[in-house]
């Protein structure tokens, strides 16, 4: 006890270096700090992607006008799409809870590069202004939907290239982080803790930092090529110029499909931290579940073409990639099934973090078997770009690493902030929220096979009730969330003092004390040869 | 979608929905029974019940089988999306050809004896080869009965779909890719009729541009509208675009620049089809002169004044 509370007196939420009140949180080069200030930056970012969404699905509630006219709706979910993609998906889980939880997960006192890692935090700032800069500024938000596809998007007079110089500085920001996790994962280990012996959490970090390493500069050579054509007239893109609109399309999608793993891998990370904690059990198929990690990680790059399917790229290009996009599922659904394995003859322990990821494996089954639909050629070409294909994503960005998210924010709760949170209420707000996701976005998947197009500002009569339905989940869902966020900003603040392991985990961060301290450890821990991160006993 | 009066509306229709009835058959298969498992045990094994955890690592032997068994199975499934798409690649040679014309913000059909029209009008039992030409952006053209779609590509040549309509009705035609303002107004109708009765209409030549009939003059008025592109630069909710909008436009006083006087006028019959057939002659004051073409020659008299029917409407 007398260690504990000497520890606590210097947790890193109130310890004082160099800087006093906000500097000391903006220039804090702890990767804890630094967490938190990415879950405060995307968080705000998501509210207004949150705002977005729901000003949609009301303006969808009834064909015709509704509250807004049809070049208010184009640049609102262009704008919803670019600040949910690049902003809050993409850097989400690993900027967020691999920074607060990397080091502490592998015995380090911080990241390989601590002020590299504050840098990547001030290029995601950067490239958040930048993108922002570029809708607001110029002739109106953009209408381009956030794939900026060619030629319409050289066409309408908007900031096309500072909105992609936008996106590469937040990539850049990707990628530095990626670098230093790789680095800090292959050096940072402390004694006893082999590749073996890694929290999934970790490998999935581990797999993700490949992607972000590889596939971001795409966005880099993409900007170079705009760049070209923009300002030398070199035809690449707009077939006005000789270019090809389709190029601009693979290229947009070599990275943005590999970027859906990074979005999701995290998140089968953490789920697979909170089943074995709450089932009281070793994870089922450590080994099975590292091999599909990097199996989706490697794969994952080969099948951005299945975007393109009816785009007019050859018929041998589209028998490849469909054939490789059905390989991917294959990794995925193994994870299912160990971590339904995993609670098998548990003695599993029903608290909120558990209601979220086990209503993560069913939203994301929902959402990975729709993406079987979608990878199959002939079904495609039925539901590509209708309301089909808007409900498999949402089913899977957001059902799958929201749902992630939120298992996550309430199962390390009680370590990032040193407080516990209104059990009652957190489980009141996931089950609103639940019923809310699934009335919202699981009515897109009939209007998309009753041929509903995406993007649609107004619709045919015929699909009137399938809106209706739509809009009042977004309402549900909404109620959940606002919930979900008061419960968890009062706890912050005002919640039982938490322990330091209140769920019986046995990974690292469960031994240091809640909140931790600034260097996490004061001594660095030795893996003895039978410990391990899921040994229970 | 599944109703029973568009089935078989296309020839590509049973090979599609047979790929949607194992994909989703084999789907709701392993949704249903892994959920059910899950939520078994989490109620069986819940501390209150089972207190000491039994400690399993994993078992090869699974791995294997639930690795093995997928696989299988999205093989299958490959197999019938690739068996389903793969005559949509190969149009027979005696296919009817037409070609389409996508702009924003909507559709027109060339048959090869030159008649052009903003409907597509087939016949039954005919193979179909649609020669697609994008004049602006990217679009898409899509025909959910029929369960084709293929994007129109500016620039792209020899981009083509087929298909053979299999049953006499009216379709919906959409864009299904974004294109702009007025995307979701890019819409159109697939008339598939009985061969001899295409065969009148098409060696009719009495009318320029067709639109299918709809229910009220009012209606074939809107559907000309959108067809010949006027929603792209006039709204019909007083929002201000490149042109006036049409909310409360019939019977309202306007004032218009003609020539170099600034004057008067109501919008009657006379000043409706003068605004259409020559539309800088009376410019509403404030817009700009020039921005819009003659429709003369597009539109027939019969035209105008469904037109006229629907602006009444736009109250």
Not at chain 1, 339 to 347: F, L, N
Not at chain 1, 446 to 472: C, K, V
Not at chain 2, 88 to 103: F, S
Not at chain 2, 247 to 268: F, L, M, P, S
Request: aromatic content about 16%; hydrophobic content about 45%.
């Amino acid at each position: 006890m007398q260690n504990e509370h000497a520890a606590n007196e210097a947790n890193y939420l109130k310890y004082q270096g160099k800087y006093k009140g906000l500097f000391a949180w903006i220039f804090s080069t702890d990767h804890k700090r630094i967490g938190l200030l990415y879950l405060y930056s995307i968080m705000s970012m998501f509210f207004i992607g949150v705002l977005l969404g729901l000003a949609m699905k009301f303006e969808l509630l009834a064909p015709g006008k509704t509250i807004m006219d049809a070049q208010t709706y184009n640049a609102t979910f262009t704008v919803h799409g670019v600040i949910m993609i690049f902003m809050v998906v993409v850097p989400g889980l690993p900027a967020i809870f691999g920074n607060f939880l990397l080091p502490i997960m592998i015995g380090a006192k911080d990241v390989a590069f601590p002020k590299l890692n504050l840098l990547s935090w001030w290029l995601y700032m950067i490239g958040v202004f930048l993108v922002i800069a570029a809708l607001l500024f110029g002739n109106g938000a953009p209408d381009t939907g956030w794939t900026f596809y060619a030629p319409y998007s050289f066409k309408t007079g908007t900031n096309l290239l500072p909105a992609i110089f936008g996106a590469f500085v937040l990539g850049f920001s990707s990628i530095l982080t990626g670098l230093n996790f790789l680095v800090t994962i292959h050096r940072m280990r402390c004694p006893g803790l082999t590749w073996s012996k890694l929290p999934l959490f970790v490998w999935t970090l581990y797999g993700t930092a490949w992607i972000q390493l590889l596939a971001t500069p795409v966005v880099g050579i993409t900007l170079v090529l705009v760049a070209l054509e923009r300002f030398f007239g070199i035809g690449v893109f707009d077939p006005a110029l000789g270019g090809d609109p389709i190029l601009y399309q693979h290229l947009f999608w070599i990275y943005s499909h590999p970027a859906v793993y990074i979005m999701i891998l995290p998140a089968m990370g953490a789920i697979s931290e909170i089943i074995p904690t709450f089932s009281q059990k070793q994870i089922f198929g450590y080994k099975a579940i590292i091999a599909s990690t990097m199996a989706i990680a490697f794969v994952g790059y080969l099948v951005w073409g299945h975007h393109m399917f009816t785009a007019g790229m050859s018929g041998t290009a589209q028998y490849y990639f469909s054939l490789l996009t059905f390989i991917v599922a294959i990794p995925s659904a193994i994870k299912v099934f160990n971590w339904i394995s995993t609670m098998y003859k548990g003695a599993i322990n029903v608290q909120t973090p558990l209601y979220w990821g086990a209503s993560f494996i069913f939203v994301f089954m929902i959402g990975g078997l729709s993406g079987l639909v979608l990878g199959s050629l002939a079904t495609d070409v039925h539901v590509h770009d209708t309301a089909f294909v808007v409900a498999h994503f949402h089913y899977i960005v957001f059902g799958g690493v929201g749902f992630a998210f939120f298992a996550a924010i309430h199962y390390w709760f009680p370590k990032i902030y040193g407080r516990m949170y209104q059990k009652s209420w957190a489980n009141t707000g996931w089950l609103v929220f639940f019923i809310g996701f699934l009335a919202l976005y699981s009515p897109m998947f009939y209007l998309g096979m009753a041929g509903m197009p995406r993007r649609y500002y107004d619709y045919l009569d015929e699909f009137h009730s399938g809106n209706i339905l739509s809009t009042f989940g977004s309402w549900i869902m909404v109620t959940g969330l606002v919930i979900i966020v008061v419960n968890l900003v009062r706890s912050a603040r005002k919640g039982k003092p938490a322990e330091m392991d209140p769920w019986h985990s046995k990974t690292l961060e469960w031994t240091v004390p809640s909140p931790p301290p600034l260097e996490n450890f004061d001594d660095i821990p030795v893996i003895a040869e039978d410990d391990g991160p899921y040994n229970y006993k | 979608m599944y109703s029973p009066e568009v089935t078989r509306a296309s020839n590509f229709v049973q090979g599609v929905d047979t790929a949607f009835l194992v994909i989703l058959g084999v789907s709701f298969f392993f949704l249903i029974s892994l959920t059910v498992v899950m939520i078994y045990f989490i109620y069986k094994y819940n501390r209150k019940r089972h207190p000491v955890a039994t400690q399993i690592h994993g078992s090869t032997k699974l791995e294997i089988i639930w690795t093995v068994v997928p696989f299988l199975l999205t093989m299958v499934m490959f197999y019938y999306g690739w068996a389903g798409w793969k005559p949509m690649k190969n149009a027979p040679k005696d296919a009817m050809e037409v070609t389409v014309y996508g702009r924003m913000w909507n559709f027109s059909f060339e048959y090869e004896n030159g008649r052009r029209t903003d409907t597509l009008f087939l016949p039954k039992d005919q193979p179909v080869k649609l020669n697609l030409k994008a004049l602006d952006v990217l679009h898409s053209l899509y025909i959910p009965a029929f369960r084709v779609k293929q994007d129109m590509v500016p620039g792209l040549e020899d981009n083509s779909m087929w298909f053979e309509p299999q049953k006499v009705g009216n379709y919906d035609l959409f864009c299904a890719e974004y294109c702009g303002l007025q995307h979701s107004y890019m819409y159109s109708t697939v008339k598939v009729m009985e061969a001899e009765a295409f065969n009148d209409w098409i060696t009719d030549t009495t009318q320029v541009v067709l639109s299918a009939e709809m229910d009220t003059p009012a209606n074939t008025g809107k559907r000309i509208m959108q067809n010949i592109g006027c929603f792209a630069c006039h709204s019909i909710d007083g929002s201000k675009l490149v042109g006036p909008s049409y909310k409360g436009i019939w019977g309202a006083e306007h004032t218009v620049v003609t020539g170099r006087e600034t004057r008067q006028v109501i919008v009657d019959e006379e000043y409706i089809k003068r605004s259409i057939y020559d539309p800088n002659a009376d410019v509403v004051d404030g817009y700009m002169k020039g921005l819009m073409v003659s429709y003369e020659g597009q539109l027939s008299d019969d035209d105008i004044d469904n037109i006229i029917e629907y602006l009444k409407t736009l109250k």
